[in-house]
């Protein structure tokens, strides 16, 4: 998406992002759920350099994620991904992972598709610096799975009041 926009104008738009405030893992209706789950990678640390595979730069697969601090009464878990230094209004979304068990504790590299999911790898555009790339699991106390690929907005009304703990990892990616 945003990889084909010119050097320059990446320059010229450096200091224009959305902000870590604008992710769904900020959005006020979620301020109640407790951030217990730990969400790691064995690819990146949190703040840390998004391996180059796992971008549209390499091989544009999802990086594996492991998790753990799950509540036992979850039924099913979120993925969001989210792009927080995009030059946009809101954060671009690079995926919307449904239909997670709650038993599972990791998600192999590649392997958001197995869940329906799309994976738009990290594609920042040359000369705007690094993007934060938001990595958000959201354990629910019902299971969420729609037959249809809902949009960002769907998924985040169809979590209101149902967000029993959540987690966060962030990585980062340059393209100069």
């Known amino acids: 998406m945003l990889q084909y926009m010119p050097h320059t104008i990446g320059e010229l738009i450096k200091n224009v992002d959305t902000g870590l405030e ?13 951030e217990i789950i730990k969400l790691t990678s064995p690819a990146f640390k949190h703040n840390g350099t998004i391996p180059i595979d796992f971008t549209a730069d390499g091989k544009a697969i999802s990086p594996p ?9 979850a039924w099913g878990l979120v993925l969001i991904v989210e792009d927080v230094d995009s030059p946009t209004v809101e954060p671009l979304t690079h ?55 809902p949009s960002k907005e769907a998924v985040k009304d169809a979590m209101n009041k149902h967000v029993i703990a959540k987690g966060c990892l962030v990585g980062i990616y340059e393209r100069k």
């Open 22 to 34: 604008k992710i769904v893992y900020r959005d006020p209706v979620f301020n109640d759920a407790p």
């Open 65 to 73: 994620l492991e998790w753990h601090g799950v509540p036992g009464e």
């Open 95 to 149: 995926a919307v992972v449904l239909g997670l068990p709650a038993t599972n504790d990791q998600i192999e590299q590649g392997a958001f598709r197995n869940f329906g999911a799309r994976y738009f790898p990290p594609d920042p555009p040359t000369g705007h610096g690094p993007h934060r790339y938001a990595f958000q699991v959201f354990a629910l106390d019902r299971f969420f799975h729609p037959s249809l690929k």
